[in-house]
């Protein structure tokens, strides 16, 4: 969800405010995504790499989290999304810990859209905590094959993305579901992310559905 600090600035107001108004525009995304008939949608929130970020910007991104569960979860839960958590909770406050926790336990049982929230993830970091798990494993009879080292992901229930959309002009991966989009088709927007409306989505399905998705393969002849 990129933009946010820019398009704060070329307004005259300070990051933050930007990333206020980016999860402002949460809801109404999930509810396009939903409308199109999407079944799962994730949204890298905050990496690992972003504890680098200026103390205050960290803190009020934090925040803003615990905000925007208080905020949201009753309505999300009304409208039948279900909520889950992709990354590590390592770090946050064991008040955040909770929330974070709580919001998955009220909504795990919803059938409308799964929203993957990843905040404080990392592909990288990831693909290593499955590792050691399965060095934990290293006594099990089975060899490790590619649906083995899935299931010990954060995704573990969930399907590899169809698409992945980054906006703000973006076109690095920035260590966002490194295993899980090996065959993703990637669009990038240089919308920011607080004004990624419903235009915008519609601009993003279209292009994928004019792609040609072969996995390797050749598309056969009629």
Do not use: C
């Amino acid at each position: 969800m990129d933009g946010n600090g820019r398009w704060a600035q070329e307004r005259g107001l300070p990051r933050l405010q930007g990333h206020r108004a980016g999860t402002e525009n949460i809801r109404k995304v999930i509810s396009s995504f939903a409308g199109h008939g999407v079944r799962y949608l994730t949204l890298y929130a905050f990496s690992v790499e972003n504890w680098r970020r200026p103390r205050a910007e960290v803190q009020g991104l934090l925040s803003l989290l615990g905000e925007v569960i208080d905020r949201e979860v009753g309505n999300l839960h009304r409208e039948g999304v279900k909520l889950n958590h992709l990354g590590t909770l390592d770090g946050l406050s064991t008040r955040l810990q909770k929330r974070v926790l709580s919001a998955m336990d009220r909504t795990r049982n919803n059938t409308g859209i799964s929203l993957n929230l990843a905040f404080n993830y990392g592909g990288r970091q990831e693909i290593l905590m499955a590792v050691n798990k399965l060095l934990e494993q290293a006594n099990s009879p089975h060899p490790v094959d590619e649906a083995m080292f899935s299931r010990t992901l954060y995704t573990a229930d969930v399907p590899d993305p169809d698409l992945i959309i980054r906006t703000a002009g973006e076109l690095r991966m920035s260590n966002f579901l490194l295993w899980q989009s090996a065959y993703s088709e990637y669009y990038s927007t240089s919308t920011y992310w607080p004004d990624f409306n419903e235009e915008a989505i519609e601009a993003a399905l279209q292009a994928y559905s004019l792609r040609q998705r072969r996995f390797g393969g050749l598309k056969q002849r009629q």
